[in-house]
């Protein structure tokens, strides 16, 4: 497919979304993040990719957020009824997506990162949800995913001051999974997505349904999720496989059935 934001390279069985407009920091327009669902959508579809890794052209940024010319002029109805809507297509994709963030991730660049399922940033990465500085909030699941991870404090903290964070500090407080030297963090995410990749593919996406469950319901609820998940693991032939071959002491080969 042809993208007019977005650049997508196979290197199966991983698939790198590369956000790019670099001249604009990559700042997220409508039309970037519904060619980045389509994206991901398709990948999700295709048996040949199995994870997925985002990033941002150039050096200076994974994305200054969402677009804030094209902002400048809508209106609440635009807002709710627009292509907006692509971030909850972006939510709903069942492979495992690593965020690998050089340079800015602020707004909607960090709740991009945060619509992955891991995020590895390089050194000089910069991170913050600045929008209270445009007399707005974070629409796009800011406030509800940092709360989630980092609790009520901090959280109030970045929504209302609209500090920008380096990635250590977020490292320190949960939010980023590991911090590598600068221009280290596509090969390094990479490297993840080839290991997450060897695994049972279904496996992988019942582990992520049911971490993710753990955000969306009480306690009691999200153990009968992942129980019922767990037993229904025991139906693929890559289960099958995957004991087999540590009794066998060699490699599992799994083919996602
Ligand atoms: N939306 C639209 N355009 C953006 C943008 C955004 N979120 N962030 C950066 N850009 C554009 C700038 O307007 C500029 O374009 P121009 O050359 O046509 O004027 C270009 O990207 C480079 O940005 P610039 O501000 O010159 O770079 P800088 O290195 O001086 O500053 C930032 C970098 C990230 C601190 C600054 O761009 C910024 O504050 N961006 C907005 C961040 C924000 O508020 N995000 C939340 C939006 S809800």
């Given at each position: 497919m042809d993208y007019q934001y977005i650049v997508v390279e196979r290197e199966d069985p991983i698939a790198v979304i590369t956000l790019n407009r670099p001249q604009q920091l990559n700042a997220l327009n409508w039309q970037l993040v519904g060619e980045l669902a389509d994206a991901c959508e398709a990948l999700d579809r295709d048996?040949?990719?199995r994870c997925m890794v985002l990033t941002g052209a150039g050096?200076?940024?994974?994305a200054a957020g969402a677009d804030i010319k094209e902002m400048a002029g809508q209106t609440p109805v635009t807002m709710l009824t627009?292509?907006?809507?692509?971030w909850d297509r972006i939510r709903r994709v069942h492979k495992p997506m690593i965020a690998a963030v050089g340079g800015y991730a602020l707004g909607g660049g960090l709740e991009l990162a945060m619509h992955c399922d891991l995020i590895i940033a390089s050194e000089n990465a910069k991170f913050g949800q600045p929008e209270i500085n445009l007399g707005i909030i974070p629409g796009a699941g800011g406030t509800q995913r940092l709360a989630r991870t980092l609790g009520k404090f901090v959280t109030m903290e970045m929504v209302l001051t609209g500090r920008t964070y380096t990635a250590q500090e977020l490292f320190q407080l949960g939010l980023i999974n590991q911090v590598v030297p600068q221009g280290q963090h596509l090969e390094r995410a990479k490297e993840i997505a080839r290991t997450i990749a060897e695994k049972a593919p279904i496996a992988v996406r019942l582990g992520k349904e049911a971490v993710l469950a753990a955000f969306e319901t009480p306690l009691e609820q999200g153990l009968a999720t992942e129980k019922r998940l767990f037993a229904m693991l025991f139906s693929t032939e890559d289960q099958k496989e995957g004991m087999a071959a540590f009794v066998e002491k060699r490699k599992g080969e799994f083919k996602g059935k």
């Open positions: 048996e040949a990719c050096d200076k940024a994974f627009g292509e907006f809507n692509a």
